[in-house]
């Protein structure tokens, strides 16, 4: 079985829930991804580390950094940033508060962001792009330049619409669709 194959599994077995939920966006779904359950695990991190790292190649693209609002994009920033010095090129992580800290240097954005940085945006999962145009427009006001923005699983609910809309090109690693196929 290949990586991307086994992350489906894995995100089958371990993130995917039936009920009737309600998401961030107030919307109804009688389906739940919980990507962490499988970003936070450790085959599953791993797997996200070198499929997130081979996507941003196959796009082009050479970001300095990767990462996105706290807390689902954290693991996957840091499992690509752990698979890119594995394969001898480094991109480095950080992680985007919702809002600033009141303390210390009172940063926004933590890690290893710099102004001027090329980046890729990374979320779990993509419903209405929201949280991923929040980091995006977080990133900006500090200096960034977003390359593009990548998921591990799109909803395809319309959040792939809203961030191409601003430009970004967004990358997914696992549509729902697939998910859903029994």
Known sequence: MNDRDRLVELLRERSLEF??????????????IDVRRTTMHAEGQALV???????????????????????GADPVSYAIAHASWLAGDPVNAFSVRKQAKGHGKG???EGTFEAGQKVVVIEDTIT?????????????EEGGVVLSVLAVVDRESGGREAIEATGVPLITLVGIRELLKR
Do not use: K, N, W
Request: hydrophobic fraction near 45%; charge should be positive.
């Open 19 to 32: 009920g009737d939920f309600v998401l961030a966006s107030g919307a109804r779904s009688d389906f739940y």
């Open 49 to 71: 580390g070198r499929l997130g790292l081979a996507a941003i190649r196959a796009a082009g693209l050479a970001p300095q950094s990767v990462g996105g609002l706290t807390m």
């Open 107 to 109: 940063r926004r954005i």
């Open 128 to 140: 209405s792009g929201g949280s991923a145009l929040e980091a995006c427009a977080a990133v900006r």
